[in-house]
């Protein structure tokens, strides 16, 4: 049984006006009776539509400036009362039914997110009335109506004239309903407890999650497992969530997880065209360059047999020249730039199913927490935006690095944050030609790091090493000598870093320590 609800009295009161006057006036045709307040009212009557005043239905006035107008026994037992149960109770104290709620609340959001807002600013843009009455009308579900997004006006008004406005119906506006003032709410909080809240060494005492679905996804990591993606409500500056997708076909969540770690990488060479391969969350290849296709062949040199499938990331616009490049060299599964020229599009449309993403140029990584999910919690951190210049560096062996070996040191030492622990990195000329990730051996990462190298033909003699995080034993920095690295840079702190230390000066290798360590798991 569907149990439909016939409205005979509608409250309305929205900040969102769109497509108001058109729902408004078909519920009238309906026969329902419209009470409203304020801006609400005003709109209505602008457009010759018959409205009720709240307070005249009350007859109790709007005080404080409007801040009480809705909260009255009329309004809330027209709301909340039970169709049989509390008839009663209703007609002893003339409390006629409201059949149907339509409220979007005060525009908090959009407050705050103002330059220069303030605390009255948006403590004024908290609404109270709005949240009480949508909760209301949401927990009597069984005998009313509630609507907070004109997104749902037309299957609702056209319900309502079918006679149908049954149960099912009734049911999903009441679960959006908890869902939309649970929102409102987590942004109030988000918003006030870093400023007044009581925090846990600087953390506060439950973690609201801000996102927005963007998209579900086709599937998860593998076909079997069910995906969305998310977006976080801040999203701002050079994210995937504020990319615009220029052709191609549908983001998968490999895709995106693979593209997240491309761009987070190349963005931290603002000063130099730089090209960034990712093949499973890993940099198989990184290059800066005169130009973006010169920093493109560096970087596809590296490893040109994990590129194939790969991510590519640019940190300029990509021109038809490397475009063609591309396409001819390899297949590639994910573009991303700041901009595309109009030769560039024309040769990426030959291939209509590679995803081509424009990036907002202005340069800058979101820098909200870094959040992943583990059984039963969740784990929250800021996300890794150290940054070592050579100010910071601290030469530890007998050698001093060359000029041009402290330049490929800090080109390295920026690539090996975004590779997998345990990480190594060999680079030469301001490009890698060999890396070694996620290997639970850091002397087997070093290892892997040179037969790369050599499986493309680089040579890895004067080359530098990055390491993520110090070399436990002397193993790593043997094995580095005999592949020709002439310096290393990691974040030293080792109980053997004395060992570590001597075996540089033996092989005449420049080693500096960061103090600063990058793993990422």
């Not at 801040?67 to 009329?74: C, E, G, I, N, S």
Request: glycine share 8%.
């Amino acid at each position: 049984m569907t149990h439909p609800v016939t409205p005979r009295r509608a409250l309305i009161s929205v900040s969102d006006k769109s497509g108001l006057v058109e729902f408004a006036t078909r519920l009238i045709a309906c026969g329902v009776e419209i009470l409203s307040t304020g801006g609400t009212a005003q709109a209505l009557r602008d457009a010759g539509i018959a409205v009720k005043d709240v307070s005249e239905h009350t007859a109790f006035p709007e005080i404080m400036a409007g801040r009480v107008k809705t909260l009255h026994p009329k309004i809330h037992g027209g709301i909340l009362g039970r169709r049989g149960t509390d008839d009663a109770v209703m007609h002893e104290h003339d409390i006629a039914p409201i059949d149907l709620v339509i409220v979007n609340l005060y525009p908090f959001r959009e407050t705050i997110d103002k330059p220069g807002v303030t605390l009255e600013e948006a403590v004024e843009n908290i609404d109270i009335g709005g949240p009480a009455l949508v909760r209301a009308a949401a927990k009597n579900y069984e005998s009313v109506g509630v609507v907070v997004s004109p997104a749902d006006y037309p299957e609702v008004i056209t319900a309502i004239e079918r006679g149908a406005f049954d149960l099912e119906l009734r049911q999903r506006l009441m679960a959006k309903a908890f869902d939309h003032t649970a929102d409102y709410d987590r942004a109030i909080a988000n918003h006030f407890t870093p400023r007044f809240g009581a925090q846990a060494d600087g953390f506060p005492q439950h973690y609201h999650a801000d996102y927005q679905l963007h998209s579900v996804l086709r599937y998860g990591e593998n076909p079997h497992q069910q995906a969305a993606f998310y977006t976080s409500r801040k999203a701002a500056g050079a994210t995937l969530a504020t990319a615009k997708q220029i052709q191609g076909k549908e983001l998968s969540y490999n895709n995106l997880a693979d593209a997240d770690a491309a761009l987070q990488t190349v963005l931290r060479f603002p000063e130099h065209p730089a090209c960034i391969i990712v093949k499973h969350a890993n940099p198989c290849g990184a290059a800066l360059g005169d130009n973006i296709l010169a920093a493109y062949d560096a970087a596809h040199r590296c490893d040109s047999t994990s590129a194939f499938g790969g991510i590519i990331a640019f940190n300029r616009g990509l021109d038809g020249a490397t475009a063609r490049e591309i396409i001819s060299r390899q297949f590639v599964e994910v573009l991303l730039a700041p901009a595309y020229d109009d030769e560039a599009l024309q040769v990426l449309a030959q291939k209509p199913n590679i995803r081509v993403l424009e990036i907002k140029s202005d340069g800058h990584l979101a820098q909200e927490w870094q959040l992943t999910s583990i059984h039963g919690g969740l784990l929250v951190q800021e996300w890794d935006s150290g940054i070592i210049n050579s100010e910071n560096l601290k030469t530890v062996s007998a050698r001093e690095p060359a000029p041009e070996e402290l330049h490929d040191l800090l080109f390295a030492w920026k690539i090996a944050k975004t590779v997998k622990s345990n990480a190594i990195v060999l680079a030469k000329n301001r490009a890698t030609i060999g890396i070694g990730a996620g290997q639970t051996s850091r002397v087997f990462a070093s290892q892997i790091a040179v037969l790369k190298a050599q499986n493309e033909g680089l040579d890895t003699h004067g080359s530098v090493l990055a390491s993520d995080a110090f070399f436990p034993f002397r193993d790593g920095v043997d094995a580095a000598a005999a592949a020709g690295v002439r310096a290393i840079i990691q974040p030293g702190g080792s109980v053997r870093d004395e060992e570590v230390i001597t075996a540089a000066n033996e092989h005449g290798i420049a080693m500096i320590f960061t103090g600063m360590r990058h793993f990422r798991h």
